[in-house]
């Protein structure tokens, strides 16, 4: 069978074992003569499915009671405004961190909601090579709340450090590296991600909320826009993405059988150490344009030193089956994303085909 190395930024690939049980459990899931697409969604069988996908979040994230597992649909862009629309209400402002395009765009959704600052930048020329210093955060003590990306999908950074927003409710993208690690969700009042990284298909968000800050949020907007009625339903007020879920179950049955989430994060380290010294070692020829601090181990942005070099190292790492290196088409460039499923061998073999383009250049 021909799988590629799959370096694809999203929709990204996905384990194989799980891949496999949807492909067993297809057309008859469980001896119920109908494949899981097919059944309601208020059945019994689909509330197991969504049911044990909730509690694989919670177990392996160590979710606690005191917050909301939701599975949303619009995307992670529907949350740029859904966050503003339930918790900015009039007379606040929210702050913004801004470390990217995504996070430019939550920003500016808030902005169409209501007042919005920001609470700090490191774009310089239209580029974010970091995230910024603790000291750099100027955060109002009287915002509605603050909003953080986790990890910048386009420029190739990431939060190695939990911010301190004192007490200001924290809000968290963390589309491109949800579940890439452990980490404390209780530091967040809400968390979204889209699942077409990390953990599943696109279609669904997860969103981990605290329930006290779902509670305190604005009833006067659109039923289907209030995290309310989501977590009074346990996510099921209208029809949800039922396959959607089911593949996140499939993805995270699989991380718990394979050591969970600190096995993730030693497997995820691995690669990205391995890529980025493979930079470093040729800095004449590979450039990270991003600080060392802020390294992103989910998306591995580079350079080479022309943009013909690049487009020639993108066609031929294609010509080997490894697909998806380009940048965003915003930034340009070679991408290498290397999310959860990516394995430790196509890193292995994007480096080792990095280091024959090289001699060849
Ligand atoms: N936030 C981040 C960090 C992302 O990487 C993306 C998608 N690449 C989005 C938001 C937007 O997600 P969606 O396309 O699911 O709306």
């Not at 899981?36 to 919670?58: C, N, Q, T």
């Not at 961190?97 to 700090?120: D, P």
């Amino acid at each position: 069978m021909a799988r590629v190395h799959n370096f694809n930024a999203g929709p990204a690939g996905l384990p194989l074992p799980a891949l496999e049980r949807a492909q067993r459990e297809m057309i008859d899931f469980e001896g119920t003569g109908m494949s899981i697409m097919e059944h309601s969604h208020r059945g019994k069988a689909y509330d197991a499915v969504h049911a044990e996908a909730i509690s694989l979040i919670r177990e392996l994230c160590g979710v606690p009671e005191s917050y909301y597992v939701l599975f949303l649909q619009g995307g992670a862009s529907l949350q740029f405004a859904q966050v503003p629309m339930n918790f900015l209400p009039q007379g606040k402002s929210a702050d913004y961190i801004l470390t990217g395009g995504w996070s430019e765009k939550a920003y500016q959704e808030a902005q169409r909601v209501g007042t919005a600052r920001i609470a700090a930048t490191t774009e310089v020329d239209k580029r974010f090579a970091r995230i910024p210093r603790q000291d750099e955060l100027k955060i109002d003590a009287g915002a509605a709340y603050v909003h953080m990306t986790s990890n910048n999908t386009l420029f190739g950074t990431q939060w190695h450090y939990q911010p301190d927003v004192g007490s200001v409710p924290l809000v968290a993208d963390m589309s491109s590296d949800f579940m890439w690690k452990k980490f404390d969700v209780t530091k967040f009042d809400l968390v979204y991600a889209g699942a077409q990284k990390n953990i599943g298909p696109s279609g669904v968000v997860v969103v981990l909320a605290k329930k006290s800050f779902v509670d305190g949020a604005r009833k006067d907007i659109p039923t289907i826009l209030r995290y309310g009625t989501h977590a009074t339903n346990n996510s099921l007020y209208n029809t949800p993405p039922t396959f959607g879920i089911y593949l996140i179950r499939n993805v995270l049955a699989h991380t718990k059988e394979t050591g969970g989430l600190d096995a993730m994060e030693k497997h995820n380290r691995k690669k990205g150490d391995l890529l980025y010294s493979a930079i470093d070692e040729d800095a004449d020829f590979y450039r990270a344009p991003v600080e060392k601090g802020s390294r992103s181990y989910m998306n591995v942005v580079f350079r080479l030193p022309t943009e013909e070099l690049e487009k020639a190292f993108i066609s031929a790492a294609a010509k080997e089956n490894m697909v998806g290196l380009a940048g965003h088409r915003s930034t340009g460039g070679v991408r290498a994303s290397i999310y959860n499923a990516v394995s430790f061998a196509s890193v292995e073999r994007l480096v080792d085909f990095m280091k024959a383009f090289r001699k060849k250049a």
